[in-house]
């Protein structure tokens, strides 16, 4: 079964920084594509940013751009969200999700994804 697995997340003040981990069991490491959102209490599932399937794309959105990263590591299926420069707004879960034939077009719909961490809470206080 497929399975993803964040953790890195926690408490961190304003202008800290945190790296969430995403590791895929049951996926062909390079198969795939990466998507990470957010969702913050009473707002809608938020588009973070993608990383392609061989890492070498990758798109943000303008609240995180310059500011957080996306990586990938095929050999340990793993994802990484580099979160630097951290604000209160933030504050929210975060889920990676996978896919094997989402188009980068797609990258910010949620429901193009098959598959979702359990996500991972980050708040960051002022």
């Known amino acids: 079964q497929v399975q993803l697995v964040e953790s890195g997340g926690g408490l961190v003040r304003a202008g800290g920084s945190l790296r969430l981990s995403c590791a895929a069991s049951?996926?062909?490491?390079?198969?795939?594509?990466m998507g990470w959102f957010r969702q913050a209490p009473g707002k809608e599932r938020e588009f973070v940013g993608y990383?392609?399937?061989?890492?070498?794309?990758?798109y943000y959105a303008d609240s995180v751009k310059g500011r957080f990263t996306i990586s990938r590591d095929n050999a340990k299926n793993t994802a990484y969200l580099q979160m630097n420069s951290l604000k209160p707004e933030d504050t929210a879960v975060y889920y990676c999700?996978?896919?094997?034939?989402?188009?980068?077009?797609?990258?910010?719909?949620?429901?193009?994804?098959?598959?979702w961490g359990q996500g991972t809470q980050v708040t960051v206080s002022s």
């Open positions: 999700a996978a896919d094997y034939n989402i188009a980068a077009i797609q990258r910010s719909n949620a429901r193009k994804y098959d598959y």
């Open positions: 049951q996926l062909s490491s390079s198969s795939y594509a």
């Open positions: 990383v392609s399937r061989s890492g070498l794309t990758v």
